[in-house]
């Protein structure tokens, strides 16, 4: 699979849907150098974890040092599956506990099934991804002044109970 192929599957998703792939780096645009399998590095960390295209297959792979995983099993398929990541990703309000964050994590993975078995598979990207994800990655806690004077209380506290 040449530039060309992969570049017309990303670029209607460059750059802000594909920045809402749970992952570091920075997304590339052709040409592409490749990596020492001979595979398109389409995003990269500038470290040990980057994003390529097989061109043999087309297949998406998440490569971190001696690790891959299935983002998508074509270029193909990358583009709808980011619009069903997005779909739950820019939920404004967001899960509230982890028991609403489980539906939503349910619903992706339904989505994913269908648009991708391959991708959904028990050890690839998606599936690590959401296995780490609470609900509390989608709250902003906001710390009260209140918490910190009462922090400041018992280090007061326990700077006299030494003395």
């Known amino acids: 699979m040449n530039d060309s192929k992969i570049w017309a599957a990303l670029e209607p ?3 802000s849907a594909l920045e809402d792939i749970p992952l570091d780096g920075q ?3 052709p040409p592409y150098d490749d990596d020492p399998e001979g595979r398109a590095i389409v995003c990269n960390d500038g470290d040990f974890q980057y994003v390529v295209v097989d061109r043999k297959t087309g297949s998406v792979l998440f ?3 001696d690790d891959e995983s299935v983002i998508a099993s074509s270029v193909e398929t990358i583009g709808p599956i980011v619009a069903a990541w997005r779909s739950i990703d820019n939920d404004t309000a967001g899960p509230v506990d982890d028991q609403d964050f489980s539906e939503v994590k ?3 993975e339904s989505q994913l099934k269908t648009i991708d078995p391959v991708a959904a598979g028990a050890n690839e ?3 690590l991804y959401t296995e ?3 609900s509390e990655d989608y709250i902003e806690i906001e710390e009260s002044d209140e918490d910190d004077d009462e922090d400041l209380f018992v280090e007061t506290e326990e700077i006299r109970a030494d003395a």
């Open 13 to 15: 998703m460059f750059p």
């Open 27 to 29: 997304w590339l645009k």
């Open 63 to 65: 490569v971190c040092e």
């Open 106 to 108: 349910k619903s992706f």
């Open 125 to 127: 990207f998606w599936s």
């Open 132 to 134: 780490e994800l609470t």
